[in-house]
């Protein structure tokens, strides 16, 4: 069942987590997008900062290479053995209680004084970075249901936002700060965001009392029992396979000829993916109007159309191929995107009580192609070169709509 209000004092009292006309207010969805791309960002501050980082606490290549591992590597372990538990408690308390324990990382993080450290406090901030996969779950569950694809898009915008500039915003950090600064400034957003949450955040009562073992259990049940999660969840996983090649090669072809550009050019095409991820509440009430079984198959169209074009490189010159990438990126990273906050509105529509584990099953599977993307993009690269990646993120793309015209799908909801 829905989450039934429970007023308290503060602000909160007044936002009820009971799905009304008119839904949150403008002030706690925006609490809500800020806090998932905050919480999102601290996945991804240490990666443009590595190198400055090796070279102060006397870590070699090797090793301070694990820092973003150790990063991911916690995330995955969080959203499949900590996302589940929104639907077992209080999401408000769940996320209060992450925030602080990201914020301690974070700060143990910059005060880091060997590698050891940082790659344990690197393990704490994935853990609990997942707190923006208790948020997702919580806008959808505060949205009425004829407007929760606009606040899940308006949520996922934030969220896609995070990922998207924090590397852009912790290059510039650590270059004129230091790279502690960085760590230091991210705890504090994410105390802030902590304390904006328990003044504003009203309680949700649990959905289901299952013993924590029976409920990680049931994450199979739901796969079994749902064929719309399971199509959902390929389809963003095959997506999220090309997405990933692309953004984890980009810096290497960008280095070769005929570029010859350095890592800052390589994070300049954040801002052209940021562009993308901005019509996620375009894609969120289209699927309010349409449905969102017509905006995933636009969605990886697009996706897969921009990735295609990407072929056409070798008849442009050198400006002209830097041009159609920035386009390509614009493109696929809306097409992605869109996909994904469509995806998210059938999943929550399936079994509103099991939203936190509908959602751990989901990014599984998106968490299971970036990690395919990264490493099959790579060997591409290394054996064929940049049409391989090319190739590469068109046949994945080719492979997720085939997933969403398959027949049944349109009903699978």
Do not use: C
Not at 230 to 244: D, E, I, P, W
Not at 284 to 300: H, M, N
Not at 311 to 327: I, R
């Amino acid at each position: 069942m829905n989450s039934i209000p429970k007023t308290h004092t503060g602000a909160a009292a007044a936002a009820s987590p009971h799905p009304h006309a008119h839904g949150p207010s403008v002030g706690l969805i925006g609490l809500l997008a800020t806090g998932a791309g905050l919480a999102v960002a601290s996945l991804y501050y240490s990666q443009p900062m590595l190198g400055v980082l090796a070279d102060d606490i006397g870590a070699s290549e090797r090793a301070v290479g694990m820092v973003p591992m150790s990063t991911q590597l916690g995330y995955a372990l969080g959203i499949l053995l900590l996302a589940p538990l929104g639907d077992r408690y209080d999401r408000r308390r769940i996320i209060l209680i992450k925030a602080a324990i990201l914020t301690v990382a974070l700060l143990l993080a910059g005060a880091a004084s060997g590698i050891g450290a940082l790659l344990a406090a690197s393990l704490a901030i994935g853990l609990t970075a997942t707190l923006a996969q208790d948020i997702v779950p919580a806008a959808a569950t505060l949205a009425p249901e004829q407007h929760r694809g606009r606040i899940v898009g308006t949520v996922m915008t934030g969220l896609l936002l995070g990922i998207l500039l924090s590397r852009v915003v912790s290059g510039f950090v650590a270059e004129h700060f230091g790279w502690r600064a960085m760590f230091v400034g991210a705890s504090a957003s994410i105390a802030l965001i902590g304390l904006a949450a328990w003044r504003g955040l009203p309680r949700f009562h649990p959905t289901t009392h299952l013993s924590y073992g029976a409920l990680l259990g049931s994450l199979g049940t739901l796969v079994k029992k749902h064929g719309a999660l399971r199509r959902a969840a390929l389809a963003q996983g095959l997506l999220s396979v090309g997405f990933s090649a692309f953004w984890s090669t980009l810096a290497v072809m960008l280095h070769g000829a005929p570029f010859h550009l350095g890592s800052a050019a390589a994070g300049a095409f954040g801002l052209a993916g940021a562009a993308g991820a901005l019509a996620a509440p375009l894609a969120g009430r289209i699927s309010d109007k349409k449905g969102p079984e017509l905006v995933t198959r636009l969605g990886v169209s697009l996706a897969a159309l921009s990735f295609a074009s990407m072929a056409l490189s070798p008849w442009f010159s050198t400006q002209g191929q830097l041009v159609l990438l920035a386009l390509a990126a614009i493109g696929f990273d809306l097409g992605v995107q869109a996909t994904l906050v469509a995806h998210q509105t059938i999943v929550y529509s399936i079994e509103p009580g099991a939203r936190s584990r509908l959602n751990a099953v989901l990014f599984v599977g998106m968490f299971i192609g970036m990690a395919a993307g990264a490493a099959l993009g790579s060997l591409a690269l290394a054996q064929w070169g940049w049409i391989a990646v090319v190739a590469l993120a068109v046949l994945a793309a080719v492979l997720a709509l085939v997933v969403r015209m398959w027949p049944g799908a349109a009903r699978a909801r």
